[in-house]
């Protein structure tokens, strides 16, 4: 089992910045990919940035290339999402997850944290 736990969000205004985290915990043998997620309301969850665990093959949704950015830094088993340039279109429920395989599909991480808010104020 692999356990997941974001922080960071909260609430900025339009063209603000936000970092969030995400620690890993027990099995992280099993993880090859990390990936970011989002959930506004009475919208499905969707992907947002991936990165393998050993620090590459970083891929961005169109929606963020340009003013997302993740990263992981392997000593603190945590991945990070670096939000710039933030709009109200980006408010929504952060959700990290994990995979053992390479992938950008929802329906292939099998370990999720609880979320995090960001809501952006216009």
């Known amino acids: 089992q692999v356990q997941l736990v974001e922080s960071g969000g909260g609430t900025v205004q339009t063209g603000g910045s936000l970092r969030l985290s995400c620690a890993a915990s027990g099995h992280t043998y099993s993880i090859y990919t990390m990936g970011w997620f989002r959930q506004a309301p009475g919208k499905e969850r969707e992907f947002v940035a991936r990165?393998?665990?050993?620090?590459?093959?970083?891929y961005y949704a169109s929606a963020v290339k340009g003013r997302f950015t993740i990263a992981r830094d392997n000593a603190k088993n945590t991945v990070y999402l670096q939000m710039n340039s933030l709009t109200p279109e980006d408010t929504a429920t952060y959700y990290c997850?994990?995979?053992?395989?390479?992938?950008?599909?929802?329906?292939?991480?099998?370990?999720w944290g609880q979320g995090t808010q960001v809501t952006v104020s216009s």
């Open positions: 990165i393998a665990w050993s620090g590459g093959l970083i």
């Open positions: 997850a994990s995979s053992p395989i390479l992938t950008v599909l929802r329906a292939a991480f099998d370990s």
